[in-house]
């Protein structure tokens, strides 16, 4: 009986340790994955402008570049990408459908 009075204990404090141990854990990763780093200065870039009538079709981001699918008010399609750095526009793709 007295052994297992003393298993008991034992076991009761390896369960507050491993719960603490679990609570410090996630704090810690909370603590760390808080808001995605905060820049010193606000994120400004010159607007990129649209022609009359187009509109955006779909987004698509990568590591480093966000791509605009435009449609022209002709119907035709345009690509532009843009750099997520600056925020400025480093060039369009135009597509066109073949005759």
Not at 16 to 41: K, M, N, Q, Y
Not at 42 to 56: D, H, R, S, T, V
Not at 67 to 83: A, C, E, T
Request: proline letters at 7%.
């Amino acid at each position: 009986m007295q052994a297992l009075k003393i298993l008991v204990v034992v076991m009761g404090v390896m369960i507050l340790a491993g719960v603490t141990i679990l609570v410090v854990a996630i704090a810690d990763r909370v603590s760390r994955g808080g808001p995605a780093t905060a820049s010193s200065h606000p994120f400004a870039a010159a607007p990129i402008e649209l022609p009359a009538g187009a509109w955006i079709e779909t987004i698509g981001v990568g590591s480093d570049r966000l791509v605009v699918d435009i449609v022209l008010p002709d119907g035709n399609r345009q690509l532009v990408i843009i750099d997520l750095a600056t925020g400025g526009r480093l060039g369009a793709i135009p597509l066109r459908t073949a005759p």
